[in-house]
């Protein structure tokens, strides 16, 4: 494998993708934060004081998918067409997952659009919530699935491989 964004030299470039194709393109991350119990309920009860977690935290996940190519160093700036940040209270193991589902009709894909808004958004969960739990962790922050592009689909923890054909091969066969 040869990384894309070093020259033959090894220094950093911004790959160019003016020649491939646009084509429908969707990434889903996840990450969760893990916080006391009591945390969780003053969540569920929308009674941390700094006002709705969850609202916030979403917002802010949708923002960070938009600001990525500002973010992170190569990346290119996109014309993103959706993005959905959902979180899940689970008292059980007093934990919020978040998933933030990101798409475009374009030339590369959004796997770190979806990254950095799971990440804000629990990032978001971190700050409403600091001033009742300094103890709470963020982790398990990674791609679940993406699709589209010359890669083909990607599905973490998938049994069996997933096409990996691209537009081409998938063409040649009609």
Same mark, same amino acid.
């Given at each position: 494998?040869?990384?894309?964004?070093?020259?033959?030299?090894?220094?950093? @470039?911004?790959?160019? /993708?003016?020649?491939? #194709?646009?084509?429908?393109? $969707?990434?889903?991350?996840?990450?969760?934060?893990?916080?006391? #119990?009591?945390?969780?309920?003053?969540?569920?009860? %929308?009674?941390? #004081? &700094?006002?709705?977690?969850? *609202?916030?935290?979403?917002?802010?996940?949708?923002?960070?998918?938009?600001?990525?190519?500002?973010?992170?160093?190569?990346?290119?700036?996109?014309?993103?067409?959706?993005?959905?940040?959902?979180?899940?209270?689970?008292?059980? &193991?007093?934990? /919020?997952? /978040?998933?933030? %589902? /990101?798409?475009?009709?374009?030339?590369?894909?959004? $796997?770190?659009?979806?990254?950095?808004?799971?990440?804000?958004?629990?990032?978001?969960?971190?700050?409403?919530? %600091?001033?009742?739990? @300094?103890?709470?962790?963020?982790?398990?922050?990674?791609?679940?699935? &993406?699709?589209?592009?010359?890669?083909?689909?990607?599905?973490?923890? *998938?049994?069996? #491989?997933?096409?990996?054909?691209?537009?081409?091969? &998938?063409?040649?066969? %009609?």
């Amino acid at each position: 494998m040869k990384l894309t964004h070093l020259d033959e030299e090894g220094k950093a @470039k911004m790959v160019d /993708v003016s020649e491939k #194709p646009f084509t429908e393109r $969707e990434a889903i991350a996840k990450s969760s934060v893990y916080m006391r #119990p009591e945390t969780i309920k003053l969540i569920r009860d %929308k009674a941390i #004081p &700094k006002g709705d977690v969850i *609202a916030v935290a979403r917002v802010a996940g949708i923002m960070a998918a938009k600001k990525t190519w500002e973010l992170i160093p190569m990346c290119h700036p996109l014309n993103i067409t959706s993005v959905t940040v959902d979180m899940k209270i689970d008292e059980g &193991k007093s934990k /919020v997952d /978040v998933k933030a %589902k /990101v798409k475009t009709i374009g030339q590369t894909g959004v $796997e770190m659009e979806a990254l950095t808004a799971a990440s804000a958004a629990a990032l978001a969960l971190y700050d409403m919530c %600091k001033a009742v739990d @300094k103890e709470m962790t963020i982790s398990d922050i990674m791609l679940m699935e &993406k699709r589209g592009g010359r890669s083909g689909e990607f599905r973490r923890g *998938a049994t069996s #491989p997933v096409s990996r054909k691209t537009a081409a091969e &998938k063409s040649q066969k %009609k």
